[in-house]
T-cell receptor, first 112, second 113 residues
Framework: GENVEQHPSTLSVQEGDSAVIKCTYSDSASNYFPWYKQELGKRPQLIIDIRSNVGEKKDQRIAVTLNKTAKHFSLHITETQPEDSAVYFCAASGILGQNFVFGPGTRLSVLP | KAGVTQTPRYLIKTRGQQVTLSCSPISGHRSVSWYQQTPGQGLQFLFEYFSETQRNKGNFPGRFSGRQFSNSRSEMNVSTLELGDSALYLC???FGPGLDEQFFGPGTRLTVL
């Protein structure tokens, strides 16, 4: 089955700096890759996603890149703000009915 | 449009008891997935239902079971509760399985004493 690894497990950055979180997956059939943000005490919420026919997607300060050959995808947050502090989960899923498999999460702390 | 709802929000049980958790998906969504979230363990997949059929099952013992009704509402049941079952149980709904955004409910916080 699918296995998703995520690095780093914790990340601290200064406000205004960029943050990058990387994920690798094992199943080459996976073709949907969402990123979820979970603030303390709240439910996970989708912040951006990418499908296998696209190499990069951007939404304001957030971008995701996908390398299907290497089976890895990354989340990039620019100009970080304190409200970006949360746990971020990547996931991989496929059209063939594989369930969503989540990475273990990255705790991002943005220091003022 | 109303979001995903879960009941109850909090639950306290003792070892050996059983528990049933309920999830109502967003209207029109036919796929419901369940996850167990514990500190340090991330989101562990339990099972996924689509059109009343279990499509996928995670690596959990048979004490964990679920079902989905014709209105897409889903329930999960945990029998013979153990201390290690204490966790936040999240359900997520999507229009279809595999390629759609999953919308999470607020979760049910289960504490087993």
């Amino acid at each position: 089955g699918e296995n998703v690894e995520q690095h780093p497990s914790t990340l601290s950055v200064q406000e205004g700096d960029s943050a990058v979180i990387k994920c690798t997956y094992s199943d080459s059939a996976s073709n949907y890759f969402p990123w979820y943000k979970q603030e303390l005490g709240k439910r996970p919420q989708l912040i951006i996603d990418i499908r296998s026919n696209v190499g990069e997607k951007k939404d304001q300060r957030i971008a995701v890149t996908l390398n299907k050959t290497a089976k890895h995808f990354s989340l990039h947050i620019t100009e970080t703000q304190p409200e970006d502090s949360a746990v971020y989960f990547c996931a991989a899923s496929g059209i063939l009915g594989q369930n969503f498999v989540f990475g273990p999460g990255t705790r991002l702390s943005v220091l003022p | 449009k109303a979001g995903v709802t879960q009941t109850p929000r909090y639950l306290i049980k003792t070892r050996g008891q059983q528990v049933t958790l309920s999830c109502s998906p967003i209207s029109g969504h036919r796929s419901v997935s369940w996850y167990q979230q514990t500190p340090g363990q991330g989101l562990q997949f339990l099972f996924e239902y689509f059109s009343e059929t279990q499509r996928n099952k995670g690596n959990f013992p048979g004490r964990f079971s679920g079902r989905q009704f014709s209105n897409s509402r889903s329930e999960m049941n945990v029998s013979t509760l153990e201390l290690g079952d204490s966790a936040l149980y999240l359900c997520a709904s999507s229009f279809g399985p595999g390629l759609d955004e999953q919308f999470f409910g607020p979760g049910t916080r289960l504490t087993v004493l």
